[in-house]
């Protein structure tokens, strides 16, 4: 089963790794309400059971002004139906966050048992092919290694940008923590975004 959004990203927060800010939409007075209070630029996005890639449907819209948020609102709607007959659709409103996309995962290995795996992420995750992997449960050197075996290491002092990535070892200890003490299938933080803060914008987690 796939974990609605809000519920996904609430597992995560519980072991401390961020989130943007968001709330659930079901119509454009209600997306405006939220909009209002995530502030502008925002993220609109289907949440549903039977969607796993929004983006490839156009079920994934930025919007940086309410007139735009209500139309993305509609156009990710209606993109949504053409794909699912459920009838109760739901909008996440999400902020919009900046920073270099990398992915977090995990799931089960029938030889290996649960592993996890971090990279370059973002829609071109499976293009770069830019990951690794490891046993779980990992310490904090595997945590570092596994850093420093991507392109993710350069990142520390990329145009005197700070990328605290004693950060993205915390959120590889988060999940190699969660998936031994909760009872999932499959986890997917993808893009984890890396800039100030380090922000989970997508979590597919399937129980
Ligand atoms: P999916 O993976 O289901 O297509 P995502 O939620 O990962 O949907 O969104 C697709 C892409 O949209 C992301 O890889 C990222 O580039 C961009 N995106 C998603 N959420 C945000 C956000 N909150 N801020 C900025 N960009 C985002
Ligand atoms: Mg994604």
């Not at 007075?29 to 502030?39: D, G, L, P």
């Not at 993808?190 to 129980?207: H, K, Q, S, W, Y």
Request: glycine share 4%; net charge neutral.
């Amino acid at each position: 089963m796939l974990l609605p959004q809000l519920k996904a990203f609430e597992l995560l927060k519980k072991y401390n790794i961020d989130v943007p800010r968001m709330w659930i939409a079901q119509n454009t007075e209600q997306a405006v309400f939220v909009a209002e209070n995530v502030k502008y630029p925002v993220v609109v996005k289907i949440d549903s059971p039977d969607i796993v890639h929004k983006s490839d449907i156009g079920c994934v819209r930025i919007a940086y002004n309410e007139d735009e948020l209500k139309t993305s609102f509609i156009s990710v709607m209606r993109n949504a139906s053409k794909v699912t007959k459920s009838k109760n659709l739901n909008v996440v409103v999400q902020e919009f966050l900046s920073g270099y996309e990398c992915i977090i995962g995990a799931s089960y290995d029938k030889q290996f048992g649960p592993v996890i795996m971090f990279g370059s992420g973002g829609v071109m995750t499976e293009l770069l092919k830019n990951v690794v992997f490891r046993l779980i449960p990992i310490n904090e050197s595997d945590a570092n290694s596994m850093i420093e075996e991507t392109n993710i290491s350069k990142l520390a002092n990329f145009r005197g940008k700070k990328v605290d990535l004693n950060n993205v070892v915390k959120a590889l200890l988060a999940v190699s923590d969660l998936m031994q003490t909760e009872e999932i299938k499959e986890l997917d933080i993808n893009p984890m975004f890396l800039g100030e803060r380090i922000v989970a914008a997508d979590a597919r987690i399937i129980l």
